[in-house]
Every structure is written in C-alpha cells, then in structure tokens.
C-alpha cells in the first residue's frame, strides 16, 4: 500500500512508542527505540510499503513441554530465532531486488545474542541493522489483522499461544508488491 496511507491508517508513534518505553531493550538495541535516526526523515524517500508476515505454529507437544517460565521463554526464543531469520533474509532478498529499497522488522534486532549498544559501541552488523516497525510506532496488530487477516495472540507467560506471528515490511519507491510474494513465497513454501 502507498506509504502515507500505511502511516495515516496504522502509525501513533506517541501511542507505540510508550510501549517500547517498558521494554528491556530500550537504549539497549540499535534496531529498538530511543532511535539514533528520525523516523521521518528515514521514512522520506519511501512512497511504497509491502507487508509480510510469518505465523509460527506451535504444535500440541511444543506446548506441553512449555510447561515452566524458562522453558517458555526458551521455545519461543527459538521459534522467533529461527523463523525471523528467514524472513530476515527473504526481504534482503528482496531489498537487492528491488532498488531504493529497506525493511522494517518486528520485535528488535535478532543477529546478535547481546547488542553492543549496551556497552555504548557501534552496531557489530551495520550492513544489516534494520529497524524495528514498532520502532517507528506502527500498529502492528491492525496491520495484523487488517492487512494480513491474522490475529496476534500473545503468551500469558504461563502457556505458548497457538501461534505468534512476526510482521516485517519492505519499503520502496515503487510498488514491491510481486517481488516480495515471489521471494518470500519461495522460502516458505512446503518443503523449505
């Protein structure tokens, strides 16, 4: 969808950004909130943004051994890990597919097990620092379901939901539309 429609109808960066406040990875991941660049003028030279999302599923079996706080976190890590890696890497893809063009991730950065910004040094992977969607204060829920028709669910800390969803986007000067779903289509594909 044109950019400044995506901004009108899903960006309160007043409204997210608190949010981003609570977390732990406040000042404390290059690719998270407080940012070292302005979202505005970051966003400028864009007119395109193409949502992507990945659902990961939780098996019955998964779930049950999910059964203490740690192991948890742990499974859910992992899935998160693995799954935001690939889709990382399919809008790389496409990023050298599609000229002027970046992505927005979710959830903060994932290539580094500890950011070197808590030691206040420069990002270890500059190359591959993308930033966060709700860094930029987009709704990622409505961009959810309304774009994508997918419910978030969310852990009660107690319990792996069904499954989580990460939600990235490419940006572009123009349309990205077909490369996107051709790129990321062909890694997750049955089989992939």
Not at 80 to 94: I, N, V
Not at 105 to 119: F, K, P, T
Not at 128 to 152: M, P, V, W
Request: aromatic content about 10%; overall charge negative; charged content about 25%.
């Amino acid at each position: 969808m044109p950019l400044d429609q995506a901004k009108a109808r899903y960006r309160d960066p007043e409204h997210f950004i608190g949010f981003c406040r609570d977390c732990e990875r406040w000042n404390r991941c290059w690719a998270c909130p407080s940012l070292t660049v302005d979202p505005e003028a970051y966003l400028r030279p864009y007119r395109w943004a193409t949502f992507v999302a990945a659902k990961i599923n939780f098996d019955d079996a998964e779930r049950a051994v999910a059964n203490s706080p740690e192991s948890l976190r742990a499974i859910a890590w992992n899935a998160l890990k693995m799954e935001k890696t690939r889709l990382f890497d399919a809008l790389l893809r496409c990023e050298a597919l599609v000229p002027n063009s970046a992505q927005l991730s979710s959830g903060g950065c994932h290539l580094c097990e500890v950011c070197a910004r808590i030691d206040e040094k420069p990002c270890r992977h500059p190359e591959k620092l993308r930033y966060s969607l709700d860094a930029f204060g987009f709704d990622l829920t409505k961009i959810s379901e309304d774009l994508l028709g997918i419910r978030l669910l969310w852990s009660n800390g107690q319990e792996l939901p069904e499954y989580y969803t990460l939600v990235h986007a490419l940006l572009s000067e123009n349309e990205a539309l077909r490369e996107v779903r051709s790129t990321v289509s062909a890694l997750f594909s049955p089989g992939s």
